[in-house]
């Protein structure tokens, strides 16, 4: 188990962008695939992108393909989520986890507990 730490959330009006960061604390993510969740209010949680643990492949949802793109440095020991043209019904908690493949992803079959996440609001 690693512990993570997601940042970078906050209110943007609709249209605007935002990119969250992932940290990883201790032990290094270069061995995983990682994953963006995100859980709207009265919804239940969701999946919205993965990666590889070399950076080489990466699936999205399709509510959000064409505008997120996520990212990892693995010499940093941390992943990214760069949020374009947002919209307000991609207001959530958005939370990152690590995986054994992006099959495992996918499925939402997480290596770690879920942290805290980080909350984002798109105003209309």
């Known amino acids: 188990q690693v512990q993570l730490v997601e940042s970078g959330g906050g209110l943007v009006q609709a249209g605007g962008s935002l990119r969250l960061s992932c940290a990883a604390s201790?032990?290094?993510?270069?061995?995983?695939?990682m994953g963006w969740f995100r859980q709207a209010p009265g919804k239940e949680r969701e999946f919205v992108a993965s990666i590889t643990w070399s950076g080489s492949s990466t699936y999205y949802s399709n509510s959000v393909k064409g505008r997120f793109t996520i990212s990892r440095d693995n010499a940093k020991n941390t992943v990214y989520l760069q949020m374009n043209s947002l919209k307000p019904e991609d207001t959530a908690v958005y939370y990152c986890n690590a995986f054994a493949s992006l099959r495992d992803s996918l499925t939402g079959n997480v290596l770690n507990t879920w942290g805290q996440g980080t909350l984002v609001t798109v105003s209309s």
């Open positions: 201790g032990r290094t993510l270069s061995s995983y695939a």
